[in-house]
């Protein structure tokens, strides 16, 4: 999106979830664009974290799964 000039963040949305992988459950913010995940974060006001993920996390978007998806 970047390269093609459509990455645009007034149009993207913010949606904070959980990881269920372990039992820290940190916490993600998903940011959406045309109804695709564009971008990760983990708050940085998070008392556990400070918006970092342990190496699984960080480089575990692959295992994102779309709901009723394909
Ligand atoms: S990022 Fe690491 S510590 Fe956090 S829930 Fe995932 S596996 Fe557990």
């Known amino acids: 999106m970047r390269q093609e000039g459509t990455w645009d ?3 993207q949305t913010e ?21 695709e995940i564009v971008k990760v974060t983990s708050p940085h006001d998070n008392p556990v974290t400070h918006g970092n993920l342990c190496i699984k996390g960080r480089f575990g978007f692959q295992h994102v799964q779309r709901r009723g998806g394909d």
């Open 15 to 35: 949606t904070t979830t959980i990881r269920t992988y372990c039992g820290v459950s940190c916490n993600l913010t998903l940011h959406v664009q045309e109804n």
């Open 9 to 11: 963040e007034e149009k």
